[in-house]
Structures are given as structure tokens and as C-alpha cells.
């Protein structure tokens, strides 16, 4: 039997959609620039948006979904020894942290402009020859925004 969600299950809820989105736009752009992690922020709420008009999509249809969704957001891959670094960041030991969950506040108050130009999809272009080539769904597919070393592309139909 299903019960009631009380206002404190609520709060709760909403502090971990909060922690997971700021984690997400820490992981992802840790050694970019700041105007990355507001990228990143856009590209999650376009996201969100997409999903809210659709109602249902395969990256899942809410920001935990959105961030936690295998394959999206590569600082949540359980294969990485930097989700133990993504456990235990918080806002007295790392500024960085702080600062994207303020952001993380203001986006889920509504208080964000897209700064990726409807982009959905992003990757991080390769920095050095030797390192991994552009993922397979770049092939034909012009960056909408560059963004420190992030392309952003508009992918909306392979959603």
C-alpha cells in the first residue's frame, strides 16, 4: 500500500535532485572554465525541458534521471575511481563545489538562461593526439557552441 509523501519526504527529494545536479556540473567540468559549468547546467535543463513537453524520454524525465541515466554524464560511471570523488566533494573543502551548487539553486529556481543554444548532447574534444577520438554520434554533426574544451551539439531527435 502506497503511503502519502509528507512536505518532509519532499524537502529531501529535492535536496538530493539539488546535490546530484551540482555534482553533475562539478564532475563534468572539473579543470574548465566557469562559463563550462553553466553550460553543462543549460544542457541538463534543456534536457529537462525536452522531457517535461514529451513526457517521457529515454534519458529519463527529471534531473536525477537526467544525470544518473548510464552513459550520460561520465563523472557518475561506476568504472571510474572518480565517484568516490564525486561522494565525498563538499562546499567547506572545495570552493568549486560551492559555487556549482549555488548555480544548482538558481537553476532549479527557473534563474538560467541557455547559454548552449538548445544543445543536448556535449563532449569533451580530445586535448592531446593520443587520446580518444570524438564519439560516434559527432560523425556529421557540427558543434552548435564550443565552450572551453566542450562541444555542445543540438541532438533533440536522437532523444
Not at 146 to 153: H, I
Request: proline share 4%.
Amino acid at each position: 500500500m502506497l503511503q502519502e509523501v509528507d512536505a518532509e519526504d519532499t524537502e529531501y527529494y529535492a535536496n538530493v535532485e539539488l546535490e546530484v545536479l551540482a555534482k553533475t556540473i562539478w564532475g563534468e567540468t572539473v579543470g574548465e572554465p566557469w562559463e563550462s559549468s553553466v553550460a553543462v547546467a543549460s544542457l541538463i535543463m534543456n534536457r529537462f525541458h525536452i522531457a517535461e513537453k514529451r513526457q517521457q524520454i529515454w534519458w529519463g524525465n527529471n534531473i536525477l534521471k537526467i544525470c544518473q541515466t548510464p552513459y550520460q554524464f561520465g563523472c557518475w560511471s561506476r568504472n571510474k575511481v572518480f565517484i568516490q570523488e564525486m561522494r565525498s566533494v563538499n562546499t567547506k573543502d572545495d570552493e568549486r563545489y560551492a559555487a556549482c551548487l549555488v548555480l544548482a539553486k538558481g537553476v532549479i529556481a527557473g534563474g538560467l538562461v541557455d547559454t548552449v543554444e538548445g544543445s543536448t548532447h556535449f563532449c569533451k574534444r580530445p586535448t592531446h593526439p593520443a587520446w580518444v577520438t570524438y564519439p560516434y554520434w559527432t560523425k556529421a554533426v557540427t558543434p552548435t557552441i564550443t565552450v572551453g574544451n566542450l562541444n555542445f551539439y543540438k541532438l533533440e531527435n536522437r532523444g
